[in-house]
């Protein structure tokens, strides 16, 4: 059974190391064979980062598409995304690369290096910890005057 048929689910813990890399669980790992072989990540609006395989990149990107080209919430969200995302891949130890300056984006620094690793069906999502525990409680964060817009584009369109 493919990876996108079973999905992903479940939520694990995990720390990026010096280098920017982490580890994804042995579960994680044994599914992201095939379909997963080629990865793209991108910072969420709730600046989270979130793991698609090739086709459900493929399958987000069309659905933008869908929306035509005059539509103000799905260009502010793509033109967003598209600059808040990477091709990535999995090293022979089952270890993503996430660029630094996406990193930082999503709460990993030199001091907060913990995540939360969860399994959403046909998508990987890590958020650093302390990022998860503010949005638990409700309060939402927000790095720069980017994240604002892309968070209200993101409410008004169906992905």
Known sequence: MSPIGQGFY????GKFDGK???ALPAKIRSAADGEWALLF?????ETSIRILSESEWTR???RLASYGTTNEDANRYYLTMMNLSAEIGLDSQGRILVPERLLRLAGVDDKHRDVS???MGHRIDIWS???MEAFKRARVYEVD???????EAAK????
């Not at 479940?10 to 813990?13: A, I, W």
Request: charged residues 20%; proline residues 6%.
């Open 60 to 62: 987000l990107q069309g």
């Open 129 to 131: 910890i302390e990022r």
């Open 156 to 159: 008004r369109l169906v992905l």
């Open 117 to 119: 690793i969860m399994g």
């Open 10 to 13: 479940g939520s694990y813990e």
């Open 145 to 151: 005057e980017i994240f604002g817009p892309y968070r």
């Open 20 to 22: 920017n890399r982490l």
């Open 41 to 45: 990540l991108y910072i969420t609006p």
